[in-house]
């Protein structure tokens, strides 16, 4: 059984680290980040195998991809509070000489990333390949990916659906951030998607709905379930309903805070929604 | 002189490199028989990967491949191989450093009759801008086979082009490839040609044709654009003087475009390029095409001829 109350003061914290470091240097993502908060903090702090003692190869270990880069102040935040690098660190992120980039890349060496993102639709496969050679390799454990549903209008998002189900890549379990909303609006006035289950469905995955993607506990479930699932000749991709900018009351509701930083008071406003439970960095 | 493709020459090293590295896994997007990948297939079946016509997610899932320790050779034509997925190779190979090797066939014109959707005379360009990428175009199908067993040792991203054609094969067998290592394939005291890929050949034809008319020139094989082997190219030059590039690409990003940056800094020369000049291709034969776009011996006599002038 997760420790419930243990989680949920990370996720207190966590939510304080993205608000703050996207504060600080006045650009960042925190809506989709706050959205996905209870995701990455049940990938690394329950659901993952996996080695804060960073090892590109990541032999024998659980391998996480974050297609949708743009969200990096959630994986950076929770990369460091799981014991990948110092959390003082977070207070460079985007700024210069940095290791935090704006988005997510290798090419400074920061430990947890193995595979630079931003440029959207590419994700997908990556954790494929990291898949298929967990299999050459004779390693079972999972690779583990979040995309965006924005993301999913890049088209290569499509040749990956169709490739990791014509050729049974089982070790794999893909997740998108369901919250309707992307840069210029509502989804659905953007570009409509239809009925996204019906169509991964028809891809061939076996499909999860996650309806409570904020749900720290329901979340763990439904990636305990989508586990149980894997290995049995397809891949596993869950529908996570979540809410843009959750946590934050301001936040929530719209599309406006997908890219956008608050000022100094916005900032007071949503740490007053957040106690500091773990130490601020 | 014996004629072989050098795509062949990338088969058959991916075949040895089958037998004798067990990390190497080859990918490619409906083009096996082109890229004359099937023995690899074969002899390997768990390490190839069939992705289908789906270009971008070949190149992501090679990337990922990577993670774990396999050494990915994707494979198709080059046009698709660079125009088509220049973001996903810039990020996911690129700029993760990813152990990539970029396999390019049908490059240039001398693919011949499907015309200009499939002739690609950028790639070299598009690749050699993107930071820490080796590009490599050898020259026949010995070059190219010892190409493709040398890159499976570099440890980052490789480009490496060539073609589809039956071109003379004149380079040894048991050649040892060194990346970045220019060749001197001819003595010459008049000009240097600094030729790659296919129009290396075109060069040393285009040599005996100066020689007939009092000009001495020397050839050297730049199976590596970059790293350019800066030192190799600024002693020929201080002995010749005078400069002849000659390549099946395009003059804006290609070979002569690295020389002439080079000596423009070190050693300002008198120099001619032979290329395509800003335009498309089109259907035709090999031959046909080389000679229509001024890329044939023909032309590299002319331009050597200029060259010499400018001195």
């Given at each position: ?20 470091m ?29 080695n ?10 659980d ?8 969200i990096?102040?959630?994986?950076y935040?929770?990369?460091a ?7 003082s ?31 959207l ?9 990291a ?6 390799n004779?390693?079972d ?7 965006g ?14 490739y ?27 570009l ?13 995955w ?16 439904t ?10 000749g ?42 500091e439970?773990?130490g601020?960095? | ?44 079946p ?15 899932i090679?990337a ?18 660079t125009s ?44 050699k801008?993107l ?9 026949d ?23 589809r ?12 490839f ?17 030729a790659?890929g ?5 060069s ?30 600024i ?7 005078c400069v ?8 804006n990003?290609?070979?002569?475009d690295?020389?002439a ?9 008198p ?32 331009a ?8």
């Amino acid at each position: 059984m997760p420790n419930i109350l243990k989680l949920n003061n990370i996720i207190s914290q966590v939510r304080r680290d993205i608000v703050r470091m996207v504060h600080a240097n006045s650009s960042g993502h925190p809506g989709g980040s706050l959205g996905c908060t209870e995701f990455l903090i049940a990938l690394y702090f329950n659901v993952m195998n996996h080695n804060t003692n960073f090892s590109m190869d990541a032999k024998g270990e659980d391998v996480f991809f974050l297609s949708n880069g743009h969200i990096s102040p959630v994986f950076y935040s929770v990369l460091a509070r799981s014991g990948y690098f110092d959390v003082s660190e977070l207070a460079t992120f985007r700024k210069l000489n940095s290791r935090l980039q704006g988005h997510p890349t290798t090419h400074e060496g920061l430990e947890g990333i193995r595979m630079a993102s931003g440029s959207l639709g590419q994700g997908l496969s990556n954790a494929i390949g990291a898949a298929l050679t967990k299999k050459l390799n004779k390693d079972d454990s999972i690779v583990y990916s979040l995309h965006g549903d924005g993301e999913l209008q890049e088209g290569q998002c499509w040749e990956a659906f169709m490739y990791a189900a014509g050729k049974k890549v089982d070790n794999l379990i893909a997740t998108i951030d369901y919250n309707k909303k992307q840069i210029d609006g509502s989804i659905n006035d953007v570009l409509p998607m239809g009925n996204l289950t019906a169509k991964l469905e028809a891809f061939d995955w076996i499909v999860l709905e996650e309806y409570q993607g904020n749900d720290i506990e329901s979340v763990i479930n439904t990636l305990e379930r989508a586990k149980e699932l894997s290995g049995h000749g397809k891949p596993v991709v869950i529908i996570m309903h979540t809410e843009m900018g959750n946590g934050v009351d301001y936040m929530m509701g719209t599309h406006k805070w997908h890219g956008s930083a608050p000022n100094d008071e916005q900032l007071a406003s949503a740490l007053s929604q957040n106690h500091e439970t773990l130490g601020d960095y | 002189m014996e004629k072989k493709d050098t795509r062949s020459g990338f088969g058959a090293g991916l075949t040895e490199l089958g037998r004798t590295n067990p990390n190497v896994v080859a990918l490619c997007a409906d083009l096996t028989g082109s890229l004359k990948m099937n023995d690899f297939e074969n002899e390997n079946p768990e390490r190839f990967f069939q992705v289908g016509i789906a270009e971008a997610n070949m190149i992501g899932i090679a990337a990922g491949m990577t993670i774990g320790g396999k050494i990915p050779f994707t494979g198709t034509f080059a046009n698709f191989s660079t125009s088509r997925v220049y973001d996903q190779i810039r990020q996911s190979i690129a700029y993760s450093g990813k152990n990539v090797k970029i396999c390019a066939s049908h490059a240039g014109v001398t693919l011949g009759e499907d015309g200009a959707t499939h002739q690609v005379l950028e790639d070299i360009g598009m690749m050699k801008m993107l930071p820490h990428m080796v590009v490599i175009n050898p020259c026949d199908f010995n070059q190219t086979k010892a190409a493709t067993i040398a890159i499976a040792e570099h440890e980052g991203p490789v480009y490496l082009r060539f073609g589809r054609p039956a071109v003379p094969n004149f380079t040894p067998a048991d050649q040892n490839f060194v990346i970045g290592k220019a060749l001197h394939l001819k003595k010459g005291t008049d000009l240097t040609i600094f030729a790659t890929g296919h129009l290396v050949w075109e060069s040393l034809e285009a040599a005996k044709t100066l020689s007939d008319l009092g000009i001495s020139a020397e050839v050297i094989n730049i199976h590596t654009i970059k790293p350019l082997d800066n030192k190799a190219i600024i002693d020929a030059v201080k002995q010749t003087k005078c400069v002849v590039t000659a390549e099946e690409h395009m003059l804006n990003g290609g070979l002569g475009d690295s020389i002439a940056q080079l000596l423009s800094r070190e050693l300002p020369t008198p120099i001619e390029m032979v290329g395509v000049n800003d335009t498309f291709g089109e259907s035709g034969t090999p031959m046909e095409l080389l000679e229509k776009y001024g890329l044939d011996a023909k032309s590299i006599v002319s331009a050597a001829k200029k060259a010499v002038e400018r001195k």
